[in-house]
């Protein structure tokens, strides 16, 4: 690409003064970089060329643009943002400013990350460069539009740098970047992103399933045509003028469904499916009518985003219907205007001149953002700030209604607490219980969407320290959870402190731990004093999990063996009976009668209907004389996991379901308990069983949660002697 096709693809009328700037940006962006290649070799300048035009495909302006072509100027040359204010003004120079990278590291919580050293300073870089850019993003949101652009090119260009750099930055744009497109609403950015992560993070899941997509794409064509032609015709003779077009399905989409539901690839059904775009919202309704009388609808399919936008304000419909071979269609339905709005989300507005009524729909969307990230300036720890960008900003929402009937906008996974929180800082902390669809739950349950919340609170009183237990997983949105610690940092230091001993005196004492001093944790963890540590943790910025994680687990690599257990057991590999089918897990699978297949033989899956998948060895006779190969798949014998019986004693008052509540629990955790044994004395029940924990982080979130349930007054590791 060369500086004449770039200026010749800008959207709209390009006035003397863009081209000008744009062509000075360019001169400036050549020159500065002429020592600079790529690490395919091509110059640097071909990069800068690439990231200016994903943005003026985005739609945005000749300013955007300039600053796209100089945006790694002032980080890796001699050019100073002083400069570029001179010479191309305050709007193009604040715009680098926002996706220029730190060169040094300030403010970073010397407790944070679980790295050390040189490794852990990277770590923490690239936390408080994201941080820069999302605190950019809400005064313009070019900033992040350009950063996109830059990452996009990088993925692209991803194959010629070493595969560990392959996978570190493809896992980071799963991660950050593809949802930060999705929550913008650009689409488009959105799938490129996932579909190039997808192939460097999960390589053999991504030739498995674009070697099945691409087995069927002949034919999948050619269905394709015959049934846009036969919807033409129908929506014709209904009187409805209709662009049709074939949606294909991205990889990554068709890998996260077949997790998601637990189905091979021949049961995703909607990788097939159509865009229908009409002239007006009112012909989007006619037209779902006219294909929901010619094919059956599928119940449960249909989803109405026009009346009840996404919180991105994506609009269309949604339906899927079984089309006359058996198998599923899906079909949108969208005005133009949407169609727009659904593929580049909040750079649409760039796209049509200014005046227009999209403006007040650039608006909200910019309103929207800045609720979402309200919380942003009160976070000065990078890491927690990034947790936080993906809990509240990138995670799923629920929608649930106040007693009022106000919706109310929430993180997946949250509890009544973060809704307590959300509606009004005292009612999150006076907090007390809560009534969902008028029913009392307990403060831990997870919200639903369409759930009618309503909070019980005290006349005065502050939070609960177990709200802050990651374990106990009372809170979910970042917004709660920094109002509980700011509510806990205005307390007395010496309270912190106290409170802060005894929570760490009763983690080490249920652990079973007393070889580690205080003096030892504080020095590894980077605190000048204990006092220092402990009032951390009272507050709630540091939380006990990060402590066993990075000094008690380094600390103990290994469990020590329960009294009764041969050495010869302890460290074992303990291989699961689960079969792992390639892009698949937890499907339901059986063995076959006639080769009865054992771990380590090489095996075979056959997808059987209604019953999941029978497992046979590949010499199978029967497998042999399968006729019906498509229903073959690949898979493996699953993994080796290794665990620790550790010892553990509860004591509780009895009452009815104790034990059902201690093994579901215990069950839901994973885990496999050796043995148990139960006694009981004047009401006071005492277990005593051995379970085999991953590690010591493992064993702490399931005394934790054990200490949680009703009527349990301790759980605790039992150490030999």
Known sequence: MNLETLVSTIHGTVTPVDQDLVERAYKVAEIAHRDHVRASGEPYIQHCLAVASILIELGLPAAAVAAGLLHDTVEDTDVTLEALERDFGEEVATLVAGVTKLTQLPRVSHYDGNHRGESSTKVELAKENLRKTFLAMGDDV??????????????????HLSPEKRTRIAKETLEIYAPLANRLGIWQVKWELEDLSFRYVYPDKYREIAEFVDERRVDREKTMRTIIT??????????????????????????????????PFDMVHDVRGVRIIVETEQDCYVALGVIHNRWKPIPGAFDDYIAIPKDNLYQSLHTAVIYEDGRTLEAQFRTPEMHENAEYGIAAHWRYKEGSHRDDVYEQKILWLRKLMDWRQDVENASDFVDAMKSDVFDDRVYVFTPRGDIIDLPAGSTPIDFAYNIHTEI??????????????????KLQTGNSVEILTAK???????????????????????????????QDRAQNISQGRTLLDKEMRRLGIDSISYDHIASELEFAQVDDLLAAIGIGDLQITRIIKRVIGEEEKEFEIPEGLATSTSLEIVPTEEVTILGLKGLLTNLGRCCKPVPGDPIIGYITRGRGATIHRQDCPNVLRIKDTERLVQISWGQPVKTYPVSVQIRAYDRDGLMRDVSTLVSNEGINMSSINVSTKNSLAIFDLVMGVTDISHLSRVLTRLEALPNVLEARRLRPG
Not at 430 to 438: L, N, Q
Not at 460 to 482: C, F, I, Q, T, Y
């Open 142 to 159: 070019r900033v992040v539009l350009i950063k996109l652009a830059d990452r996009v090119h990088n993925m692209r260009t991803l194959a």
């Open 230 to 263: 036969k919807l033409s015709k129908a929506l014709s003779e209904a009187g409805i003028e209709a662009d049709i077009r074939g949606r294909s399905k991205h990889l990554y989409s068709i890998y996260k469904k077949m997790e998601r539901k637990k189905v």
């Open 428 to 445: 999150g902390h006076r907090c007390r219980g809560a009534k969902v669809d008028g029913k009392l739950i307990s403060l831990d349950y």
């Open 460 to 490: 005065r009183g502050g939070p609960s320290r177990d709200w802050l237990n990651p374990s106990l997983e009372m809170v979910k949105s970042h917004r709660a959870r920094s109002k509980i610690k700011q509510w806990f940092k205005r």
